[in-house]
Protein backbone atom coordinates (compact mmCIF):
# COMPACT_ATOMS: atom_id res chain seq x y z
CA UNK A 1 0.00 0.00 0.00
CA UNK A 2 2.72 2.58 0.97
CA UNK A 3 4.60 2.18 -2.41
CA UNK A 4 1.13 2.54 -4.08
CA UNK A 5 0.51 5.88 -2.75
CA UNK A 6 4.33 6.83 -3.21
CA UNK A 7 3.59 6.01 -6.92
CA UNK A 8 0.44 8.17 -6.66
CA UNK A 9 1.93 10.74 -5.36
CA UNK A 10 4.79 10.71 -7.40
CA UNK A 11 2.75 11.00 -10.50
CA UNK A 12 1.17 14.08 -9.23
CA UNK A 13 4.60 15.84 -8.47
CA UNK A 14 5.48 15.03 -12.15
CA UNK A 15 2.08 16.41 -13.43
CA UNK A 16 2.71 19.68 -11.00
CA UNK A 17 5.83 20.25 -12.67
CA UNK A 18 5.23 19.22 -16.16
CA UNK A 19 6.54 22.19 -18.17
CA UNK A 20 3.64 23.27 -20.54
CA UNK A 21 5.74 25.52 -21.86
CA UNK A 22 8.97 28.13 -22.82
CA UNK A 23 8.70 31.93 -23.19
CA UNK A 24 12.02 33.62 -23.32
CA UNK A 25 13.90 30.75 -21.71
CA UNK A 26 10.95 30.65 -18.70
CA UNK A 27 9.82 27.01 -18.28
CA UNK A 28 5.92 27.21 -17.27
CA UNK A 29 4.87 24.70 -15.46
CA UNK A 30 1.86 23.39 -14.80
CA UNK A 31 1.60 24.33 -10.83
CA UNK A 32 2.73 27.84 -11.47
CA UNK A 33 0.40 28.20 -14.09
CA UNK A 34 -2.72 26.60 -11.85
CA UNK A 35 -1.41 28.91 -9.06
CA UNK A 36 -1.46 31.85 -11.52
CA UNK A 37 -5.22 31.26 -12.45
CA UNK A 38 -6.21 30.65 -8.82
CA UNK A 39 -4.31 33.48 -7.26
CA UNK A 40 -6.11 35.62 -10.04
CA UNK A 41 -9.77 34.25 -9.66
CA UNK A 42 -9.75 34.80 -6.28
CA UNK A 43 -7.69 38.06 -6.27
CA UNK A 44 -10.90 39.08 -8.29
CA UNK A 45 -13.66 38.98 -6.13
CA UNK A 46 -11.37 40.36 -3.41
CA UNK A 47 -11.18 43.18 -5.52
CA UNK A 48 -14.27 43.74 -6.00
CA UNK A 49 -15.69 43.34 -2.73
CA UNK A 50 -12.32 46.12 -1.54
CA UNK A 51 -13.18 48.43 -4.36
CA UNK A 52 -16.48 48.67 -3.15
CA UNK A 53 -16.06 48.82 0.83
CA UNK A 54 -13.61 51.98 -0.40
CA UNK A 55 -16.03 53.50 -2.13
CA UNK A 56 -18.65 53.02 0.87
CA UNK A 57 -16.25 54.23 3.27
CA UNK A 58 -15.35 57.76 1.92
CA UNK A 59 -16.54 60.34 3.49
CA UNK A 60 -19.19 62.55 2.58
CA UNK A 61 -17.94 65.65 3.10
CA UNK A 62 -15.11 64.63 0.49
CA UNK A 63 -17.53 62.73 -2.17
CA UNK A 64 -21.57 63.68 -2.17
CA UNK A 65 -22.40 62.74 -5.41
CA UNK A 66 -23.37 58.63 -5.60
CA UNK A 67 -22.05 58.20 -9.01
CA UNK A 68 -18.54 59.62 -7.96
CA UNK A 69 -18.45 56.57 -5.62
CA UNK A 70 -19.48 54.60 -8.35
CA UNK A 71 -17.22 55.78 -10.71
CA UNK A 72 -13.86 55.61 -8.28
CA UNK A 73 -15.31 51.97 -7.82
CA UNK A 74 -15.19 51.03 -11.06
CA UNK A 75 -11.15 52.35 -11.32
CA UNK A 76 -9.78 50.75 -8.28
CA UNK A 77 -11.68 47.50 -9.40
CA UNK A 78 -9.95 47.56 -12.67
CA UNK A 79 -6.87 49.22 -11.55
CA UNK A 80 -6.72 46.07 -8.75
CA UNK A 81 -7.28 43.64 -11.40
CA UNK A 82 -4.20 44.85 -13.64
CA UNK A 83 -1.91 44.36 -10.64
CA UNK A 84 -3.48 40.93 -9.52
CA UNK A 85 -2.85 40.04 -13.15
CA UNK A 86 0.72 41.52 -13.52
CA UNK A 87 1.16 39.28 -10.16
CA UNK A 88 -0.45 35.91 -11.41
CA UNK A 89 1.43 36.31 -14.23
CA UNK A 90 4.75 36.26 -12.22
CA UNK A 91 3.47 33.69 -10.12
CA UNK A 92 3.08 31.44 -13.79
CA UNK A 93 6.16 32.27 -14.40
CA UNK A 94 4.76 33.99 -17.52
CA UNK A 95 7.23 36.97 -18.65
CA UNK A 96 5.79 40.64 -19.67
CA UNK A 97 7.40 40.01 -23.15
CA UNK A 98 4.49 38.04 -23.77
CA UNK A 99 2.12 40.96 -24.27
CA UNK A 100 4.13 41.84 -27.17
CA UNK A 101 2.57 39.09 -28.88
CA UNK A 102 -0.74 39.57 -27.66
CA UNK A 103 -0.73 42.65 -28.30
CA UNK A 104 -0.47 42.23 -32.28
CA UNK A 105 -3.26 40.08 -31.99
CA UNK A 106 -5.21 42.67 -30.36
CA UNK A 107 -4.42 44.87 -33.18
CA UNK A 108 -5.61 42.56 -35.75
CA UNK A 109 -8.12 41.43 -33.66
CA UNK A 110 -9.65 45.37 -34.28
CA UNK A 111 -9.19 45.24 -37.34
CA UNK A 112 -11.13 42.49 -38.00
CA UNK A 113 -14.18 43.13 -35.89
CA UNK A 114 -13.43 43.72 -32.15
CA UNK A 115 -13.94 47.96 -33.00
CA UNK A 116 -16.99 47.90 -31.59
CA UNK A 117 -15.35 46.25 -28.33
CA UNK A 118 -12.68 48.84 -28.41
CA UNK A 119 -15.37 51.90 -29.26
CA UNK A 120 -17.60 50.48 -26.17
CA UNK A 121 -14.37 50.66 -23.70
CA UNK A 122 -13.16 54.30 -24.85
CA UNK A 123 -16.38 55.06 -24.64
CA UNK A 124 -16.91 54.04 -20.87
CA UNK A 125 -13.91 56.25 -20.12
CA UNK A 126 -15.31 59.03 -21.65
CA UNK A 127 -18.30 58.83 -19.85
CA UNK A 128 -17.05 58.08 -16.18
CA UNK A 129 -15.14 61.47 -16.90
CA UNK A 130 -17.53 64.29 -18.83
CA UNK A 131 -20.12 62.46 -17.10
CA UNK A 132 -23.16 62.88 -19.56
CA UNK A 133 -24.87 60.49 -17.49
CA UNK A 134 -24.06 59.38 -14.04
CA UNK A 135 -25.89 56.25 -11.34
CA UNK A 136 -28.98 57.87 -10.96
CA UNK A 137 -30.05 60.13 -13.82
CA UNK A 138 -33.05 59.37 -15.10
CA UNK A 139 -32.99 59.09 -18.92
CA UNK A 140 -34.53 58.48 -22.67
CA UNK A 141 -33.10 56.71 -25.24
CA UNK A 142 -34.62 55.02 -28.01
CA UNK A 143 -37.88 55.59 -26.55
CA UNK A 144 -37.33 53.62 -23.15
CA UNK A 145 -37.47 55.86 -20.14
CA UNK A 146 -35.29 54.41 -16.66
CA UNK A 147 -32.99 55.25 -14.31
CA UNK A 148 -28.95 54.54 -14.74
CA UNK A 149 -27.90 51.58 -12.56
CA UNK A 150 -24.41 51.37 -13.32
CA UNK A 151 -21.74 52.78 -15.93
CA UNK A 152 -19.06 50.13 -16.56
CA UNK A 153 -16.35 50.26 -19.08
CA UNK A 154 -17.96 48.40 -21.83
CA UNK A 155 -21.63 48.68 -21.13
CA UNK A 156 -24.65 50.85 -19.24
CA UNK A 157 -27.24 49.13 -17.03
CA UNK A 158 -30.59 50.85 -17.02
CA UNK A 159 -33.62 49.50 -14.75
CA UNK A 160 -36.93 50.87 -16.76
CA UNK A 161 -40.61 50.46 -15.46
CA UNK A 162 -41.82 47.00 -14.84
CA UNK A 163 -38.28 45.98 -12.90
CA UNK A 164 -36.43 45.66 -16.36
CA UNK A 165 -32.83 45.80 -16.65
CA UNK A 166 -31.68 47.41 -20.22
CA UNK A 167 -27.64 46.70 -20.85
CA UNK A 168 -26.72 49.89 -23.19
CA UNK A 169 -23.55 49.69 -24.89
CA UNK A 170 -21.47 52.78 -23.89
CA UNK A 171 -21.25 53.85 -27.61
CA UNK A 172 -24.57 54.95 -27.91
CA UNK A 173 -24.66 57.27 -25.28
CA UNK A 174 -22.16 59.30 -27.46
CA UNK A 175 -23.81 58.35 -30.82
CA UNK A 176 -26.89 58.98 -30.51
CA UNK A 177 -29.38 62.08 -28.73
CA UNK A 178 -29.76 60.79 -24.96
CA UNK A 179 -32.42 62.50 -23.30
CA UNK A 180 -30.96 63.19 -19.72
CA UNK A 181 -34.04 64.47 -17.62
CA UNK A 182 -32.20 64.83 -14.38
CA UNK A 183 -28.90 66.23 -15.84
CA UNK A 184 -28.51 69.10 -13.68
CA UNK A 185 -30.92 68.02 -10.59
CA UNK A 186 -34.19 65.90 -9.98
CA UNK A 187 -36.57 68.62 -11.22
CA UNK A 188 -38.30 68.09 -14.35
CA UNK A 189 -41.04 69.92 -16.07
CA UNK A 190 -43.67 67.68 -17.85
CA UNK A 191 -47.30 68.24 -19.53
CA UNK A 192 -50.59 66.49 -20.24
CA UNK A 193 -51.97 67.04 -23.20
CA UNK A 194 -56.01 66.94 -23.79
CA UNK A 195 -58.85 67.78 -26.62
CA UNK A 196 -61.93 69.10 -25.38
CA UNK A 197 -65.09 69.62 -28.02
CA UNK A 198 -65.23 72.59 -29.95
CA UNK A 199 -67.50 75.22 -28.43
CA UNK A 200 -66.00 74.82 -25.17
CA UNK A 201 -65.69 77.59 -22.66
CA UNK A 202 -61.55 77.72 -23.22
CA UNK A 203 -60.99 80.03 -20.80
CA UNK A 204 -62.89 77.93 -17.65
CA UNK A 205 -60.87 75.10 -19.57
CA UNK A 206 -57.27 76.43 -18.49
CA UNK A 207 -59.19 77.48 -14.95
CA UNK A 208 -60.11 73.43 -14.42
CA UNK A 209 -56.65 72.52 -15.85
CA UNK A 210 -55.33 74.36 -12.99
CA UNK A 211 -57.17 73.34 -10.83
CA UNK A 212 -56.76 69.80 -11.83
CA UNK A 213 -52.55 70.07 -11.43
CA UNK A 214 -52.89 72.50 -7.85
CA UNK A 215 -54.50 69.36 -6.16
CA UNK A 216 -51.23 67.16 -6.75
CA UNK A 217 -49.04 67.78 -3.69
CA UNK A 218 -45.91 66.89 -5.49
CA UNK A 219 -46.34 70.04 -7.77
CA UNK A 220 -44.04 72.54 -7.14
CA UNK A 221 -45.43 76.07 -6.66
CA UNK A 222 -42.11 77.51 -8.42
CA UNK A 223 -42.54 77.85 -12.04
CA UNK A 224 -46.18 77.33 -11.09
CA UNK A 225 -48.09 75.43 -13.62
CA UNK A 226 -49.27 76.64 -17.12
CA UNK A 227 -51.89 76.11 -19.73
CA UNK A 228 -51.17 76.18 -23.55
CA UNK A 229 -53.80 76.32 -26.22
CA UNK A 230 -51.81 74.18 -28.62
CA UNK A 231 -53.91 74.06 -31.30
CA UNK A 232 -57.21 73.41 -33.09
CA UNK A 233 -57.38 69.84 -34.17
CA UNK A 234 -59.32 67.79 -36.53
CA UNK A 235 -61.83 66.78 -33.29
CA UNK A 236 -61.04 69.12 -30.61
CA UNK A 237 -59.37 71.91 -29.23
CA UNK A 238 -55.87 70.42 -28.07
CA UNK A 239 -54.82 71.75 -24.39
CA UNK A 240 -51.31 71.28 -22.54
CA UNK A 241 -50.85 71.98 -19.06
CA UNK A 242 -47.15 72.21 -18.06
CA UNK A 243 -46.35 71.36 -14.66
CA UNK A 244 -43.37 70.99 -12.68
CA UNK A 245 -42.21 67.94 -10.03
CA UNK A 246 -39.19 66.02 -8.77
CA UNK A 247 -38.79 62.38 -9.44
CA UNK A 248 -36.90 60.12 -7.26
CA UNK A 249 -38.32 56.61 -8.46
CA UNK A 250 -39.28 55.78 -11.87
CA UNK A 251 -42.87 55.29 -11.64
CA UNK A 252 -43.27 59.26 -10.10
CA UNK A 253 -43.57 60.65 -13.53
CA UNK A 254 -46.10 58.14 -14.78
CA UNK A 255 -48.20 57.91 -11.33
CA UNK A 256 -48.49 62.21 -11.26
CA UNK A 257 -49.47 62.23 -14.92
CA UNK A 258 -52.35 59.61 -14.21
CA UNK A 259 -53.00 60.90 -11.19
CA UNK A 260 -53.55 64.23 -13.20
CA UNK A 261 -55.71 62.88 -15.32
CA UNK A 262 -58.11 61.23 -13.03
CA UNK A 263 -58.24 64.92 -11.82
CA UNK A 264 -59.37 66.14 -15.10
CA UNK A 265 -62.01 63.63 -15.85
CA UNK A 266 -63.74 64.50 -12.26
CA UNK A 267 -64.03 68.56 -12.74
CA UNK A 268 -64.42 68.19 -16.30
CA UNK A 269 -67.70 66.35 -15.74
CA UNK A 270 -68.85 68.27 -12.56
CA UNK A 271 -68.54 70.95 -14.94
CA UNK A 272 -70.21 69.59 -18.05
CA UNK A 273 -66.70 70.06 -20.10
CA UNK A 274 -66.87 67.24 -22.57
CA UNK A 275 -63.32 65.51 -23.60
CA UNK A 276 -63.64 64.88 -27.37
CA UNK A 277 -63.90 61.89 -29.33
CA UNK A 278 -62.96 60.94 -33.14
CA UNK A 279 -65.65 62.19 -35.29
CA UNK A 280 -66.43 62.32 -39.03
CA UNK A 281 -69.00 64.31 -41.07
CA UNK A 282 -70.13 62.52 -44.46
CA UNK A 283 -70.86 64.30 -47.48
CA UNK A 284 -73.00 62.74 -49.97
CA UNK A 285 -71.78 64.02 -53.41
CA UNK A 286 -74.88 63.36 -56.05
CA UNK A 287 -75.81 64.54 -59.48
CA UNK A 288 -79.37 64.02 -58.57
CA UNK A 289 -82.05 64.01 -55.48
CA UNK A 290 -81.25 60.64 -53.65
CA UNK A 291 -84.79 58.51 -53.19
CA UNK A 292 -85.29 57.76 -50.01
CA UNK A 293 -88.86 55.62 -49.23
CA UNK A 294 -90.15 54.52 -46.04
CA UNK A 295 -91.61 51.24 -46.06
CA UNK A 296 -93.94 49.19 -43.27
CA UNK A 297 -92.85 45.66 -41.98
CA UNK A 298 -95.73 43.85 -43.64
CA UNK A 299 -95.23 45.68 -47.13
CA UNK A 300 -91.76 44.44 -46.90
CA UNK A 301 -92.55 41.41 -46.48
Same mark, same amino acid.
Given at each position: ????? $???? @???? =? +??? +??? *????? /??????????????????????????????????????? =???????????? !??? *??????????????????? !???????????????? $???????? &?????????????????????? +????? &??? !??????? &??? /???????????????????????????????? @???? @?????????? *??????????????????????????????????? &?????????????????? +?????? !??? /??????????????? %???????????? %? %? %??
Amino acid at each position: MNLHW $QDIW @GHII =D +FWH +FKV *LTIDK /NAIEVGNLLLGVFFVVVGIRIARRSSQVLAQRLPDAIIE =DASYRATIEAFA !FYI *LVIFLTLFGLNIANIPLTV !FTVVGGALAIGVGFGS $QNIVNNFI &SGIILMFERPIKVGDFIEIDGT +FGRVE &SIG !FRSTRVI &SFG /NRHIIVPNSSFLEQNVLNWTHIDHFVRVFVRV @GVAY @GSPVQEVRKY *LIQAVEKINTVVKDPEPEVMFQDFGDNALIFDIYF &STRIHHIRDMMKIKSDIR +FNIDEI !FNQ /NSIVIAYPQRDVHLD %SLSPIEVKITSE %S %S %SK
